[in-house]
């Protein structure tokens, strides 16, 4: 079965730029699987950052951004703040009313 | 603004049915056969997709929980829901309702805590 993948814990300095992953374990992530990324903080309801692949969310600072990176979809943060600090998961839309959450990558920023 | 928020037992015995109902405010439950999902969360771990349903009733069930979810929608009420059957601790979770805009959540309930425990 296939499975999304993303990176466990990724780390960041203050106002560096880091690129968060979401691939398949079998086969290439392309603009089809509509990626989305969501941001989570601890206790509360994730919010969407960016979806099909590269759009933005309604007021979502445009240090967000998404894109195909090789096989994988991309979200890249610019400028990284203190409280980018907190969980991120994709979602792929894997065909035939079936979505697949990533196992979500933990920003630290230190 | 559309507004969603889940409602149901927080405690449910291991071996029962658990009940959700998502009520959607702000908007139509019903416009452009809009399609309304169910994700859940365990404790310290990460989001698993259960599946959704669209306004005229069609469901699309995660395969690894079909034999054991039921969905349904009632438009009159404003309100879509969720049946869980036979649940074990595993099922112990946050359960988000949530409207798909496209090809994604766009909006989220605030979520429901729902433990399994005799």
């Known amino acids: 079965q296939t499975v999304v993948t993303q990176e466990p814990s990724v780390s960041v300095s203050p106002g560096g730029t880091v690129t968060l992953t979401c691939g398949l374990s079998s086969g290439s992530v392309s603009m089809s699987y509509y990626a989305s990324w969501y941001q989570q903080t601890a206790g509360q309801a994730p919010r969407t950052l960016i979806y099909n692949t590269n759009t933005r969310s309604s007021e979502v600072p445009d240090r967000f951004s998404g894109a195909i990176l090789g096989n994988n979809a991309a979200l890249t943060i610019t400028g990284a703040h203190a409280d980018d600090e907190c969980d991120y998961y994709c979602v792929l839309y894997m065909g035939s009313g079936i979505w697949m959450f990533g196992g979500g990558t933990k920003l630290t920023v230190l | ?118």
Request: glycine share 10%; aromatic share 10%; proline share 5%.
């Open chain 2, 1 to 118: 603004q559309l507004q969603l928020q889940e409602s149901g037992p927080g405690l449910v015995k291991p071996s029962e049915t658990l009940s959700l109902t998502c009520s959607v405010s702000g908007g139509s439950i019903s416009r452009n056969n809009d399609h309304w999902a169910w994700i859940r969360q365990p404790p310290g771990k990460g989001l698993e997709w259960m599946g959704c349903i669209s306004s005229s009733g069609n469901t699309y069930y995660n395969p690894s929980l079909k034999s054991r979810i039921i969905f349904s929608v009632d438009t009159a009420k404003h309100q879509f829901s969720l049946k869980v059957t036979s649940v074990t601790a595993t099922d112990t979770a946050v359960y988000y309702c949530a409207k798909l805009g496209g090809y994604e959540p766009d909006y989220w309930g605030q979520g429901t805590l729902v433990a399994v425990s005799s």
